[in-house]
């Protein structure tokens, strides 16, 4: 059982990128599956989250509008569209599974339930 992050790399800022989350050994669509990020020297946040019931999408409000996030459930991948860059969105970022509870409706990275090693996005001005 495995979830990898991909896609990260380094832009400049104005620039897109498109992370993905690729399950292996389950069925991604069967869980809630977040992004979560973590900057040098900071806690690690919620950045957006994805519902297994109805598809909901949930975003971190700091991001006004420039994350999306979706699933393609004939690649077993949650996908996490990032545009317009900007240096401080520079961190690692990790996709995570919940199966039951408010985790993910509410970003909290700490009741995620499994996690995939992260991917380095960094942003240059």
Not at 19 to 32: I, R
Not at 37 to 44: I, L, N, S, V, Y
């Amino acid at each position: 059982v495995q979830l990898q992050a991909s896609g990260g790399g380094l832009v400049q800022a104005g620039g897109s990128l498109r992370l993905s989350c690729a399950g292996s050994g389950f069925t991604l669509d069967n869980y809630n599956i977040g992004w979560f990020r973590q900057a040098p020297g900071k806690e690690r946040e919620g950045v957006s989250c994805i519902s297994k019931t109805n598809g909901r999408t949930y975003y971190n409000n700091s991001i006004q509008g420039r994350f999306t996030i979706a699933r393609d459930n004939s690649k077993n991948t949650v996908y996490l569209e990032i545009n317009s860059l900007k240096p401080e969105d520079t961190a690692v970022y990790y996709c995570a599974r919940e199966m039951w509870g408010s985790a993910c409706s509410s970003l909290d990275w700490t009741g995620m339930d499994f996690w995939g090693k992260g991917t380095q996005v960094t942003v240059s001005s």
